[in-house]
Each structure stands twice: as structure tokens, then as C-alpha cells.
């Protein structure tokens, strides 16, 4: 069954660092991964996504993320965090015959100045 | 970009009261809507797949008569909590993909806070 994993529940950068945020998926093919933002109160938005090609792909906002088939991981990074980034993260897996999209648990950021 | 309208955002309403929240996609047809449910700071749960046209796919354990759910258009999808009780005060999410993109990311709309006194 699919699933994904994002093992940090909480992450506390000061601003100015770099910043990794991990995820792990399990599902028998390449899958479609995705990063979602989302502030307090709102929705989500898709900070990137992964389909094929290039391993590493660039998003929204500063933020990167490298697919590694070999370690089924896909971990949003960047180089220098912004009060601002300050949210909760979540990654997600869309699978190629169907709809649905499978979450993580989400991983909440907190910017210290 | 792709843009997801969620009306309303907010809903106060006293316990019996049934409550409908309307998921719009404004530059895109979207066969395909979902409704997700997050408590906090958990994780969104997707409660339901609406279908533009035909009925809507209910996951597990989501209670079909408690959540009526209707996608008359391509741009339109609703959600309704009949006869609201305070155990049903959560955050809800809808979301839309394109049509014709199969591989296409969901996107998402604001959310409706619901909270039933």
C-alpha cells in the first residue's frame, strides 16, 4: 500500500539557516510527488512537484527538492529559511491510476530570529 | 495559476443546523473534486471524491447521508454537514485537478472552519 512518511513533526530553524525537510513514500512505481505549504487558517499551496526527469527541481519561494529513487525519498530543501516560511509542510504522493493523493503527516516549522 | 475558490470561510452555527460549503474552480473545468477534513494539527483526511455529472466516492467510515456531496458542474462542487453537531467542527478542504491532466497536482482551496455550538 502506499504511504507516506514525514519523520519530524516539528523543526525549529533560526532564520537565515538552511533548512531540510524529510520524506519517505512507499508505492511499487515512480510516483508523482508533491510539496504543499500551508499557513494557519488557509489551504494548501504547492510550493513544487515531481514527475520525471531532472531529480532535482526547483519551486516556489526558494525551495528545492531532490527525488532519490534509491533511498524512496524526496526532501524539500533551502538555503537560507525566512520568517515567513514559518507553516506546516506536507508532502504528498500522487499515484498514476487514480485521484487520490496520499499525505504525510506534515512537518511544522518554526523560525526563530 | 490554477485558482480554487472555498466558500465559506467561516461558519458558526448552532447544533441540528445543516451547513453547505461551495468549492469553485475559477480558471479551470474540474471533473474531479475533492473534500478533505483536518483536525489540528493532523493531517488532511480525505473524506470524499466528487464526480462532476455522477455520485461521489465515500472513503471509509465517512457517513454518505451526514455528508451530502454534489458536483453539478465542471466548476462547481458542495459539500453539505447535515444536521450539524459539535463533534463535526473541524477544518474543511476541497481541492480540484484540471481536467485532462491526469498527472496534474490538486489544487487546493482556502478552507472552511466550521464550528458547531
Redesign the interface.
Same mark, same amino acid.
Do not use: A
Given at each position: 500500500a502506499q504511504s507516506v512518511t514525514q519523520p519530524d513533526i516539528h523543526i525549529t530553524v533560526s532564520e537565515g539557516a538552511s533548512l531540510e525537510l524529510r520524506c519517505n513514500y512507499s508505492y511499487g512505481a515512480t510516483p508523482y510527488l508533491f510539496w504543499y505549504v500551508q499557513s494557519p487558517g488557509q489551504g494548501l499551496q504547492l510550493l513544487l512537484k515531481y514527475f520525471s526527469g531532472d531529480t532535482l527541481v526547483q519551486g516556489i519561494k526558494g525551495f528545492e527538492a531532490e527525488f532519490k529513487r534509491s533511498q524512496s525519498s524526496f526532501n524539500l530543501r533551502k538555503p537560507s529559511v525566512h520568517w515567513s516560511d514559518a507553516a506546516e509542510y506536507f508532502c504528498a504522493v500522487g499515484v498514476y491510476t487514480g485521484n487520490q493523493f496520499y499525505f504525510g503527516t506534515g512537518t511544522s516549522l518554526t523560525v526563530i530570529p | 495559476g490554477a485558482v480554487?475558490s472555498?466558500h465559506p470561510s467561516w461558519v458558526i452555527c448552532k447544533s441540528g443546523t445543516s451547513v453547505k460549503i461551495e468549492c469553485r474552480s475559477l480558471d479551470f473545468q474540474a471533473t !474531479?473534486m =475533492?473534500w478533505y477534513r483536518q483536525f489540528p494539527?493532523? +493531517?488532511?483526511m480525505?473524506m470524499a !471524491?466528487s464526480n462532476e455529472g455522477s455520485k461521489a466516492t465515500y472513503e471509509q467510515g465517512v457517513e454518505k447521508d451526514k455528508f451530502l456531496i454534489n458536483h453539478a458542474s465542471l466548476t462547481l462542487s458542495t459539500l453539505t454537514v447535515t444536521s450539524a453537531h459539535p463533534e463535526d467542527s473541524s =477544518?474543511y478542504?476541497c +481541492?480540484a /485537478?484540471d481536467r485532462g491532466y #491526469?498527472?496534474q497536482?490538486?489544487? =487546493? #482551496?482556502?478552507?472552511t /472552519?466550521l464550528s458547531i455550538l
Open positions: - | 480554487v472555498q !474531479t =475533492f494539527k493532523q +493531517s488532511l480525505l !471524491t =477544518f478542504i +481541492s /485537478r #491526469g498527472n497536482p490538486q489544487h =487546493f #482551496g482556502d478552507g /472552519r
